[in-house]
C-alpha cells in the first residue's frame, strides 16, 4: 500500500484513519465481547435478539473462516520460504531466479499444499493447546521475539549504501499522489490490520477479566499495531531503494524483491525476516481460527479439539482451491475485505451506539468509572461511534465496490 500510494504521505492518512476511525471500532468490538462474555454469535443473541442485526455473527465466523482459508495459503508461502532460508538457499540469488523459483511454487500443485497443511497444522496446534496454554503462550514468547528481529532487520537495512532514498521515502510525505482511493485504501487497510469486522476483537475480548481496562487494551493494541508495521516499511523500503528495486507491492516484493535484497546481507537476514514473516502470519491466523473455535465449543458444544481439528479440516479443503486456482483466492480476499469486514464493523459500532444503553457503554468503557483517561475519551470515542464510523464504513465500502 505504501509502494502504491507515495509512502510516507500514506503513512499519515493510515495513521489517522487507524485512531479516528479504526480505533472506536475497535472499543465498540471489544465492549461488545467483554460485557457479553460470549462468542460472536452468542454476544449479537444478548445484545439484539429477534432482530435482523443478528445475522452478522454467523457472517463474521463465515468471515474468519475464509480468512483462516485463503491467508493459509499465504502462510504457507512463509513457512516454505523460511525452509528455502534455513537452507541458503537464496544465496547469490538473482532476481530472475526468484520470480521464477516464486512462479514454480505457486504454480506447483503439491508444493503449496503441503505447506498449506503444515502451516493449518501448526495454527491448529496452538489454538486447540487453549486461550492460555496455546494462545496467550505463543503470543507472549514470540511478539518480543517478533519485534527484535524487525528491529534488527531495520538497523541492517537502513545502514545499507543507497538506504537514505528509502527512508526519505517514508518520512517525507508526498500528498499530491492522495486522493479518493488512497483514503479508501488507507482506511480499509487499519481495518484488515486490527482484524475489525469478523468478530477477532470480540471473541478475544469475551475472555478479558472484569478488571481489564478495554480503553487501554485498545489503545496499546492500536500503537504497537502500528508501530510494526511503520517498523516493516523502514526494515523494507531502505533495502529496495538500496538496491535499486522498484516498491512493488503485494507477494512479489515479498517472495520476489525481497530474498533478492536479503540474499546479499548474508544468511542471517533472510532467515530472521522469513522467521518474522511466520511468526506474524500465525498470530493473525490463530485469531481467526479462534473465531470459529469458540462458536463450535460455545453455541455447538464441541470440545477444543475437535472443533480446532473440524475447522482445520474444513479451511484446508477451501484453502485447496485458493491455492490451486488464483481466482477463488482473490474472491475470497475481494470478499473479506470489502464485504464481510465492512458489514460486520458496521454492525457491531450500530448495536453499541443504537442498541445498548449508553451508560452502560461509558460503565464498561470508563471500567466502572476507575478509570480517568477514559472518562475524558469517552465523549468523543461515543461521537465517533454512533456518528464518524458508521459513515466512514459506508464510505469505504461503496469506494471499494466501484
Given amino acids: 500500500m505504501v509502494g502504491q500510494h507515495g509512502g510516507a504521505?500514506?503513512?499519515?492518512?493510515?495513521?489517522?484513519?487507524?485512531?479516528?476511525?479504526?480505533?472506536?471500532?475497535?472499543?465498540?468490538?471489544?465492549?461488545?465481547?467483554?460485557?457479553?462474555?460470549?462468542?460472536?454469535?452468542?454476544?449479537?443473541?444478548?445484545?439484539?435478539?429477534?432482530?435482523?442485526?443478528?445475522?452478522?455473527?454467523?457472517?463474521?465466523?463465515?468471515?474468519?473462516?475464509?480468512i483462516v482459508s485463503f491467508y493459509s495459503v499465504v502462510g504457507g508461502w512463509s513457512f516454505d520460504y523460511f525452509i528455502r532460508s534455513c537452507t541458503g538457499s537464496f544465496q547469490g540469488l538473482q532476481i530472475t531466479e526468484a520470480s521464477q523459483t516464486f512462479k514454480a511454487m505457486t504454480d506447483s500443485v503439491w508444493q503449496p499444499l503441503g505447506s498449506l497443511a503444515v502451516f493449518l497444522s501448526l495454527s491448529g496446534i496452538i489454538v486447540a493447546a487453549g486461550v492460555d496454554k496455546g494462545i496467550g503462550l505463543f503470543s507472549k514468547v514470540m511478539m518480543p521475539v517478533?519485534?527484535?528481529?524487525?528491529?534488527?532487520?531495520?538497523?541492517?537495512?537502513?545502514?545499507?549504501?543507497?538506504?537514505?532514498?528509502?527512508?526519505?521515502?517514508?518520512?517525507?510525505?508526498?500528498?499530491?499522489?492522495?486522493d479518493?482511493?488512497?483514503?479508501?485504501?488507507?482506511?480499509?487497510?487499519?481495518?484488515f490490520s486490527l482484524s475489525l469486522g469478523v468478530g477477532c476483537v470480540l471473541t478475544y475480548s469475551s475472555y478479558?477479566?472484569?478488571?481489564?481496562?478495554?480503553?487501554?487494551?485498545?489503545?496499546?493494541?492500536?500503537?504497537?499495531?502500528?508501530?510494526?508495521a511503520v517498523l516493516a516499511g523502514f526494515a523494507i523500503m531502505p533495502a529496495v531503494f538500496a538496491a535499486g528495486l522498484p516498491a512493488a507491492a503485494g507477494p512479489s516484493l515479498v517472495?520476489?524483491?525481497?530474498?533478492?535484497i536479503f540474499s546479499q546481507m548474508g544468511p542471517v537476514v533472510p532467515f530472521l525476516f522469513f522467521l518474522a514473516i511466520l511468526i506474524a502470519a500465525l498470530t493473525s491466523s490463530i485469531s481467526m481460527m479462534e473465531?470459529?473455535?469458540?462458536?463450535?465449543?460455545?453455541?455447538?458444544?464441541?470440545?477444543?479439539?475437535?472443533?480446532?481439528?473440524?475447522?482445520?479440516?474444513?479451511?484446508f479443503i477451501l484453502g485447496c482451491a485458493c491455492a490451486l486456482f488464483p481466482k477463488v483466492f482473490n474472491t475470497c480476499d475481494f470478499l473479506t475485505s470489502n464485504v464481510f469486514?465492512?458489514?460486520?464493523?458496521f454492525v457491531f459500532v450500530i448495536v453499541v451506539a443504537w442498541k445498548l444503553p449508553k451508560v452502560d457503554v461509558r460503565?464498561?468503557?470508563?471500567?466502572?468509572?476507575?478509570?480517568?483517561?477514559?472518562?475524558?475519551?469517552?465523549?468523543?470515542?461515543?461521537?465517533?461511534?454512533?456518528?464518524?464510523?458508521?459513515?466512514?464504513?459506508?464510505?469505504?465500502?461503496?469506494?471499494?465496490?466501484?
Fill in 9 to 66: 504521505a500514506f503513512i499519515i492518512i493510515y495513521i489517522l484513519c487507524s485512531i479516528i476511525i479504526a480505533l472506536p471500532v475497535f472499543f465498540a468490538e471489544s465492549l461488545l465481547g467483554k460485557t457479553t462474555g460470549s462468542d460472536t454469535i452468542g454476544a449479537l443473541k444478548k445484545t439484539v435478539p429477534d432482530s435482523p442485526l443478528m445475522a452478522e455473527g454467523g457472517l463474521a465466523v463465515l468471515a474468519a473462516f475464509v
Fill in 146 to 178: 517478533l519485534f527484535i528481529m524487525i528491529l534488527l532487520i531495520v538497523i541492517r537495512s537502513v545502514s545499507l549504501p543507497g538506504a537514505s532514498a528509502g527512508i526519505e521515502y517514508l518520512v517525507k510525505p508526498d500528498f499530491s499522489k492522495i
Fill in 180 to 191: 479518493g482511493r488512497a483514503i479508501a485504501d488507507a482506511l480499509g487497510q487499519s481495518f
Fill in 208 to 228: 478479558m477479566r472484569k478488571e481489564e481496562n478495554v480503553f487501554y487494551s485498545g489503545i496499546w493494541t492500536a500503537i504497537f499495531d502500528t508501530v510494526f
Fill in 255 to 260: 517472495y520476489e524483491t525481497l530474498p533478492v
Fill in 291 to 315: 473465531v470459529c473455535v469458540a462458536w463450535m465449543v460455545d453455541q455447538k458444544k464441541f470440545r477444543r479439539g475437535t472443533a480446532t481439528l473440524c475447522i482445520c479440516c474444513l479451511a
Fill in 341 to 345: 469486514m465492512m458489514i460486520g464493523s
Fill in 363 to 402: 460503565t464498561q468503557f470508563t471500567n466502572y468509572g476507575t478509570s480517568k483517561a477514559a472518562k475524558v475519551a469517552f465523549p468523543v470515542v461515543w461521537f465517533s461511534i454512533k456518528w464518524l464510523c458508521p459513515i466512514a464504513i459506508v464510505a469505504i465500502a461503496i469506494t471499494n465496490l466501484l
